[in-house]
């Protein structure tokens, strides 16, 4: 029979559980965040229980575990950060993270394999991560489960066979420290993470030697932030330039539009470029490395007939072309850079990105799609992106080609008079036509900010589509040529 005490306690968790199905269904109804409870700690602190527990008072139609072991093979030939944007949850659903983004590094610094400055480039790149996941919508609970570590020990010891196995589900994270030094090293690296959180994602520590209280308090986390995003009312509204303050303008970048290349040699050197870039992706070098193509210009410039010059050259199973277009009710519910990070290619493999992460910077400023403070803090997102990109031994090459306007309408008339090309002209190709000036300002200051050492722009001369799908084939084989 239970007491007072248990009776009371018994109400508190109820109305707890109610609150959290509140705020839950609000969450769900309302579609405009995400959120991820990152549950993490010392091994034998409950962090499986407390995902559980989490599981029981939440409907689980909406909630989704997402557990990160050693990588598996396809997931080591793709950047680190892969596997977490692809597992991204939908807007309205919640994700809870057990071994994420963080063990690697602390486990890494514990064992020595990672000096300090290392770690802290990593910590840098994790809050990096983080905050570009909450400014895109999604809410971070992250929660440190710290116990007293003879307690942890003797808890998981009582779950283990005499063989060592382990007669329960466990989380167990840290089987590889086993000496009283790295367990150290291991306490203070977590110290130094937490201290270095920054921004919306700091850590709660939650004591885990009593499981009730541990329990409650985890709920409690969550039922907090899920209070507090329900509260919000949306994004942000367009950002304005402050009066009497203009805005920073760039120069548009100007390009000699008369060179041609020579007809006479074209097939030839077109042919012995194609050869070249064959034989830099089909080498042994090229299968621990990889190739991101970007194609971004002015509509009918000819993007579509560089790519496929560029792909007659590879190996069919070797590459995919990613046309890029609207996003989908799927991923308007994720971060905008989701799709993106799910379509990089493995090592040894290309992507092609016909239009890219480059349109909220170009067609979603111009448009009015995005805010002015969401398309302003994409530049430094996607430096951060393309950065991530090259650091995994990925070449990322980006080129932009550009027509005159007059050329511009001779194509589109060119298309609507040929039968098998009026496909390729839309009335909204017509309509940005009229936005050629907004589009070139955007253009510059893209250029201006996004053209990096590791991810630099190539602007491609395409008024004669000859001479642009040479220099097109000539850049990427060049840097490919010089990749080490």
Excluded: C
Aim: hydrophobic share 40%; glycine share 6%; net charge neutral.
């Amino acid at each position: 029979m239970m007491n007072n005490s248990g009776k009371t306690a018994q109400a508190r968790h109820d109305r707890r559980t109610q609150a959290l199905l509140d705020a839950q269904f609000e969450l769900q109804e309302a579609k405009k965040h995400a959120v991820l409870v990152v549950i993490a700690g010392s091994d034998g602190a409950g962090k499986g229980a407390v995902a559980n527990r989490l599981y029981d008072r939440l409907d689980a139609h909406y909630v989704e575990t997402l557990y990160y072991g050693a990588p598996s093979e396809d997931e080591r030939l793709r950047p680190p950060f892969w596997r977490y944007w692809r597992d991204l949850p939908a807007k309205g659903r919640i994700g809870l993270v057990l071994g994420g983004w963080h063990h690697a590094p602390l486990l890494d610094r514990a064992t020595g394999e990672m000096d300090e400055d290392e770690f802290k480039t990593a910590l840098a790149d994790i809050n990096s991560f983080e905050q570009m996941l909450i400014a895109e919508g999604v809410a971070l609970v992250k929660i440190w489960l710290a116990a007293d570590e003879k307690k942890a020990r003797k808890r998981l010891e009582a779950l283990r066979e005499e063989d060592g196995a382990l007669r329960r589900p466990v989380v167990v994270e840290w089987d590889e420290i086993d000496t009283k030094k790295e367990r150290k090293r291991l306490a203070k690296a977590g110290l130094e993470m937490a201290e270095a959180s920054v921004g919306g994602a700091p850590w709660t520590v939650i004591p885990a030697d009593d499981e009730n209280q541990r329990d409650e308090a985890a709920a409690q986390a969550l039922l907090e932030a899920l209070t507090r995003l329900n509260a919000k009312t949306g994004k942000p509204t367009a950002k304005m330039t402050p009066a009497g303050k203009a805005p920073v303008k760039f120069p548009v970048p100007q390009l000699d539009l008369s060179l041609k290349a020579d007809e006479a040699t074209y097939a030839e050197e077109l042919d012995a470029l194609q050869d070249r870039l064959t034989q830099a992706t089909t080498g042994k070098r090229f299968r621990k490395r990889g190739l991101v193509l970007v194609f971004e210009g002015n509509d009918a410039a000819g993007k579509g007939g560089a790519i496929r010059r560029v792909r007659a050259a590879l190996d069919p199973r070797q590459f995919r072309v990613h046309g890029t277009s609207a996003p989908s009710d799927e991923e308007k519910a994720r971060p905008y850079l989701w799709r993106f990070w799910r379509n990089l290619p493995r090592r040894g493999h290309v992507a092609i990105f016909d239009r890219s992460w480059y349109g909220r910077v170009l067609v979603e400023r111009v448009e009015g799609f995005a805010t002015e403070t969401d398309w302003r803090r994409a530049y430094g997102e996607i430096v951060d992106f393309e950065r991530q990109i090259a650091e995994d031994d990925f070449a990322v090459v980006k080129f932009w080609l550009s027509i005159s306007l007059d050329e511009q309408m001779r194509r589109f008339k060119a298309r609507e008079e040929t039968a098998i090309k009026r496909y390729k002209i839309t009335p909204e190709d017509w309509r940005n036509r009229d936005k050629w000036a907004a589009y070139e300002t955007a253009m510059a200051e893209m250029i201006a900010r996004t053209s990096t050492d590791f991810a630099p722009w190539t602007l491609v001369e395409a008024e004669d589509k000859y001479f642009a799908r040479l220099k097109v084939l000539r850049t990427i084989v060049a840097r490919l040529e010089r990749f080490d």
